[in-house]
């Protein structure tokens, strides 16, 4: 049984600390006779896991492992050596996702194919000479089990029986039946909708999933026994999340209303509120249990980090649900027996969370970035670490009294083994169990010898003073005024150098104090790292527009298409930069991808006289061009004009005229994310000015690379670009 840390001796503590080091230290204490120079092939050359899972019975959890872009299904626990039960061999851009374990654990299902690129079919940046549709595929565990074919599905959910296998096939509902020589395939459900969120009842009668409607959706529940579907109080909102009660007497669902707000809209109070709903599965009767207050903070579904918001049934009635009514993405709970119940808050501090999980004891797990109410434990904002929720009463807690690890993805098995995902400054993700109080990992020899641990540096947290705000009003306990970042410094030489600064992208994301959850940003880290080791200051900057520091620092006002605000963020590291005595001012270049590539073009675009050379990996330059421009021009003619125009000169190309610094501009031709265009689009206009312009185009690639190599490729690209223009 875990315990939860607090008050605590600082031996315990310094246990768990000696506990979590030698996780680490023995993942490759080959690595760790590395010298300090290394390759950025050796650098990228970690394997990192996600899409952890616990076995509904047993101890055993499965997980991915991409190795140099070779995609697995691995599995393991405290009690079992881990291996993978998959064979795949290439880096051929084909993905895994969706893991679902039978209900003995005696086999997963999984979908194995790649996403969907701009041309809206499954993307093949490998060039495979052969179809590459999305395929459900089940795997026995079994040592020499034979892996079946489900044929072409996503998103696999099994039978309570474990002889059926539910899937998605073209937005409907199928159904393949196990057990003969050939899986026996047919639709189940027939519906206008475009099915997703498939939920079964306790007793594996009855379906529950969303329908996807034009903009609008409803809650289906499909009888599986008498063969009919009826919509749960079908409504003009969105409906989505359902979830079974223990008795499967109700569903709960969260309900949204039809008109979104504006992509870049400062969206944090509402006049059209969300509501949780409850609805009684025989008689079809429905109600709101609880709407927060419109016009108020939390009158908005929170953002959150990884996946959509969802609501939860705990084991004394309760449902538990997401909101930001305290300004930050929270934990609330409402009791659906009591008319007009208050939402009780059950995650108090200054701290967001995500990744919540509800366990089969009842109890509740979730990361988050904020330490122990009684100062404990001090931990950085700029870190994850697992916390429980009991419900017996008692106050939530971390799991462990790491302050090095950053945790996330909890998970617990059939039998109460925990596990999570777990990442240092130097070693990315790996799934580990909690034992005695400390982590252990479960693959702890899955690092190649050649990985370059001890030649990374540990990167220190900075706060940054926004414009307009004096170094002394910057405090580290308000970070409303002060940027958060994650300074990289090379570890010889104390002449001044050159530096660049790393803005991430979405840009609801946050960089940490060491490896991501994220596959995009782990490589992102790992390529800060390896600027570092060629004799670079790296500062990665955690801009407005993301997560970790509350709505009011996510919710920016008059950002991206609707006036560039986070720009100030821009010029505030630069000018942090440029302070420094160990760094070269007339040397500072910029990177980043997506949002981190837009910024990174308005740096080049606006003040060329600052920034001396750029990298833009799949960047937005005009807002206008981009393909969900419907999302921010909402309004009659009129203000559709006027907000297209405001979007014009947000946009780096409004300033184009101003460029002088060289560029290196990276793209997949197949990005279902930024439009390919914008990126020509831009190299044309800069060559017509005779701005030094360098390209790197990868064919049907998508927007987060798919092939390791494309990776390596623009990474490589980017460091002799670097290397060249600015001169370490």
Known sequence: MRGFGGVAGSLFAMRRFLGLMAMMVTVGVAAGAQQQGFTLRQVLSAPYALGLTAAPVGATFAWIENAEGVRNIWVGGPHEAARAITRYSEDDGQDINGLAWAPDAGAVAYAYGAE??????????????????????????????????????????????????????????????????????????????????????????????VSGRSGHSFIGVFDLKAKTLRFLAPATGRDFAPSWSADGREIAWLRGPFTQAAEFAADRVSDDPWSVMVADVVTGAARAVFTPEAG??????????????????????????????????????????????????????????????????????????????????????????????????????????????????????????????????????????????????????????????????MPQQVLIPQAGVAPKDVSKDDVRVSLHGQLFLPKAGAEKRPALIFFHGGPRREMLLGYPAMGYYSNAYAMNQYLASRGFVVLSVNYHCGIGYGMEFRQCIHAGADGASEYADVLAAVKWLRARKDVDASRIGIWGGSYGGYLTAMALSRNSDLFAAGVDFHGVHDWNLEDNAGDWLIGNNAQKDAIAAKARVSSPIADVAKWRSPVLLIHGDNDPEVAFNQTPMLADALRARHVPVEELIFPDEVHEFLLHKDWVAAYEAEAAFFERVLKP
């Not at 096939?169 to 099915?195: H, N, T, Y």
């Not at 959150?304 to 305290?326: I, K, M, N, Q």
């Not at 990442?423 to 990992?441: C, F, H, I």
Request: a negative charge; charged letters at 20%; aromatic letters at 8%.
């Open 116 to 209: 969907n690129g701009a041309n809206g079919r499954p993307a093949n940046p490998a060039e495979l000479q052969r179809a590459t549709p999305v395929e459900v595929w089940v795997q026995p565990l079994a040592e020499g089990g034979k892996a079946v074919d489900l044929g072409e599905g996503r998103a696999p959910l099994w039978m309570r029986d474990g002889k059926s296998v539910l899937f998605v096939r073209g937005g409907q509902i199928w159904i393949a039946e196990l057990g003969g020589k050939e899986p026996k395939e047919r639709a189940l459900v027939f519906d206008r909708g475009r099915a997703g969120g498939l939920t079964l009842s306790p007793d594996g009668t009855m379906l529950a999933f």
């Open 296 to 457: 108020k903070p939390g009158s908005v579904l929170p953002h959150l980090a990884t996946g959509e918001p969802r609501v939860y049934w705990a084991p004394d009635g309760r449902l538990v649900f997401f909101s930001e009514a305290d300004g930050w993405v929270h934990l609330y709970s409402v009791d659906p027996r009591v008319k007009d119940a208050k939402a009780v808050l059950l995650t108090p501090g200054k701290g967001e969370v995500e990744d919540a999980t509800m366990n089969p004891d009842g109890t509740m797990d979730y990361a988050s970035n904020y330490s122990d109410s009684d100062g404990a434990r001090v931990m950085s904002e700029d870190q994850r670490q697992i916390w429980s929720i009991r419900f017996d009463g008692g106050s939530p807690g971390p799991v462990s009294l790491s302050h090095v690890s950053i945790e996330t993805h909890p998970q617990t098995s059939g039998d109460g083994s925990f596990a999570a995902l777990v990442s240092s400054d130097r070693y990315p993700m790996q799934p580990a169990t909690l034992v005695a109080g400390e982590w252990k990992n479960l693959c702890p020899n899955i690092f190649p010898s050649t990985y370059p641990a001890s030649g990374f540096v």
